[in-house]
């Protein structure tokens, strides 16, 4: 199984960024998929959760401004970012809400700049 994260970057409070995750290896739609981040000094977070059936969740750090998708076909697992600020900097990663995981992959850096 790989997980590929990608999207991250710079940018400033208030804005924007949507980030992706290629899944290979494995039939997507399966599993139970989350979105992780792991900020400097800090353990890594789940902050978003997207079922087999579709079903979102999120951590209430960022209730109402992440949105989490998922594309079976695509193999992608997608978090849409708004209205970001300084405490959403992190390493973010995609891999599955469960206890088991699969090997994380690299990540993606976000930086957001006050």
């Known amino acids: 199984v790989q997980l590929q994260a990608s999207g991250g970057g710079l940018v400033q409070a208030g804005g924007s960024l949507r980030l992706s995750c290629v899944v290979s290896?494995?039939?997507?739609?399966?599993?139970?998929m989350g979105w992780y981040r792991q900020a400097p000094g800090k353990q890594r977070e789940l902050v978003a959760g997207?079922?087999?059936?579709?079903?979102?969740s999120y951590a209430d750090s960022v209730k109402g401004r992440f949105a989490i998708s998922r594309d079976n076909a695509k193999k992608m697992v997608n978090l849409q970012m708004n209205s970001l600020n300084a405490e959403d900097t992190a390493v973010y990663y995609c891999?599955?809400?469960?206890?088991?995981?699969?090997?994380w992959g690299q990540g993606t850096l976000v930086t957001v700049s006050s």
């Open positions: 891999n599955r809400e469960s206890a088991v995981k699969f090997l």
């Open positions: 290896g494995i039939s997507l739609g399966n599993y139970d």
């Open positions: 997207v079922s087999r059936g579709g079903s979102t």
